[in-house]
T-cell receptor
Framework: NAGVTQTPKFRVLKTGQSMTLLCAQD?????MYWYRQDPGMGLRLIHY???????AKGEVPDGYNVSRLKKQNFLLGLESAAPSQTSVYFC???????????????FGPGTRLTVL | QKEVEQDPGPLSVPEGAIVSLNCTYS??????FMWYRQYSRKGPELLMY????GNKEDGRFTAQVDKSSKYISLFIRDSQPSDSATYLC??????????FGAGTTVTVRA
């Protein structure tokens, strides 16, 4: 099992450009999440999904859009990148919220994004 | 004010020392408490989780939760250079959304 994979690993954008980050998981998890990690801020939830075809806003959703067309994939889009979106982006997935042991979030390796 | 406060460190200790990490929180609805370990340029991985107050031990690691004080701790005994990483506390209530601390960077010197 590959677990959670993310593409690309690195990207440099100019202000105003758009891009899509792809997250894939092979664990048949229902829940998927996108976080950003900034120094001194910890991990902050951008958007999440509780199942195929569903998405919801997290703590810092502005400037991002997401889609979950297939259960195993969760896409994060930046329509018009801004320097404030320079960050490391992590995708995570989890099985269920019913039991805490099954709610462990498994993280991908991250995407380092720089917006100039 | 952040929901979860964690001293970012950095913390540098000699090999074999006890490492003590802690977080405080303000949301009394939090019931599940976790510690994630993140190696440099990697994603976080779950190290330990506890439910409600009390202690939990796993090898060299001990997690403590004091809900009355809204305070959680992680202790690493006999620390090794391989323990050098950033440790993030995380917690949640009955939903599936985690609130993370900022992370504490630990270096164990050989």
């Amino acid at each position: 099992n590959a677990g959670v994979t993310q593409t690309p690993k690195f990207r440099v954008l100019k202000t105003g450009q758009s891009m899509t980050l792809l997250c894939a998981q092979d664990m048949n998890h229902e829940y998927m999440y996108w976080y950003r990690q900034d120094p001194g801020m910890g991990l902050r939830l951008i958007h999440y999904s509780v199942g195929e075809g569903t998405t919801a806003k997290g703590e810092v959703p502005d400037g991002y859009n997401v889609s979950r067309l297939k259960k195993q994939n969760f896409l994060l889009g930046l329509e018009s990148a801004a320097p404030s979106q320079t960050s490391v982006y992590f995708c995570a997935s989890s099985y269920s919220m019913v039991q805490p042991s099954y709610n462990e979030q498994f993280f991908g390796p991250g995407t380092r994004l720089t917006v100039l | 004010q952040k929901e979860v406060e964690q001293d970012p460190g950095p913390l540098s200790v000699p090999e074999g020392a006890i490492v003590s990490l802690n977080c405080t929180y303000s949301n009394s609805a939090f019931q599940y408490f976790m510690w994630y370990r993140q190696y440099s340029r990697k994603g976080p991985e779950l190290l330990m989780y506890t439910y409600s107050s009390g202690n939990k031990e796993d090898g060299r690691f001990t997690a403590q939760v004091d809900k009355s004080s809204k305070y959680i701790s992680l202790f690493i005994r006999d620390s090794q250079p391989s323990d050098s990483a950033t440790y993030l506390c995380a917690m949640r209530s009955n939903d599936y959304k985690l609130s993370f601390g900022a992370g504490t960077t630990v270096t164990v010197r050989a």
